[in-house]
């Protein structure tokens, strides 16, 4: 046995149905399309959300609230993970130390936020801060430092 001589299992394929070849192929007439309607003819084309005239759902369900597409969305790290991290002597933390570390993705926005308690002067690079979390890391004798 070689690759010239492979075969689909017996009775694992059929041929295709040949539509619209006239009347002899046992398709003629409406060639499989059934009589009248949309679908019957040339050129139907199923719109995506159409229920056959019925009021879409898209359509009868109630619509509410605002969606900001300016929304800048954060990674939120707080204090006491940056503590936990920060260990093994680390004292400068960057967007790559986030990404390396598992906290964000690449391209993620990185917010550092006040939960927990930190003793060690850090240097954080961060997108974004709360105000408390500033407060400890200088409290602290660190450095917040927005990118």
Request: net charge positive; aromatic share 6%; proline share 2%.
């Amino acid at each position: 046995m070689n690759l010239s001589n492979l075969q689909p299992a017996a009775g694992s394929t059929r041929n295709e149905k040949r539509i619209g070849r006239g009347t002899g192929s046992g398709r003629g007439g409406t060639s499989t399309r059934g009589h009248k309607g949309a679908k019957s003819r040339s050129g139907y084309s199923k719109k995506s959300g159409f229920e056959g005239g019925q009021m879409p759902l898209q359509r009868r369900v109630p619509k509410f609230g605002f969606k900001n597409i300016n929304r800048v969305e954060y990674k939120a790290v707080n204090l006491d993970v940056l503590a936990a991290l920060t260990e093994n002597g680390t004292t400068t933390l960057d967007a790559a130390f986030f990404v390396t570390a598992g906290l964000a993705s690449k391209n993620a926005k990185i917010k550092v936020l006040g939960r927990g308690e930190i003793t060690k002067a850090l240097e954080v690079h961060a997108h974004a801060f709360s105000k408390s979390a500033v407060e400890a890391i200088e409290k602290a004798g660190g450095k917040a430092v927005t990118l």
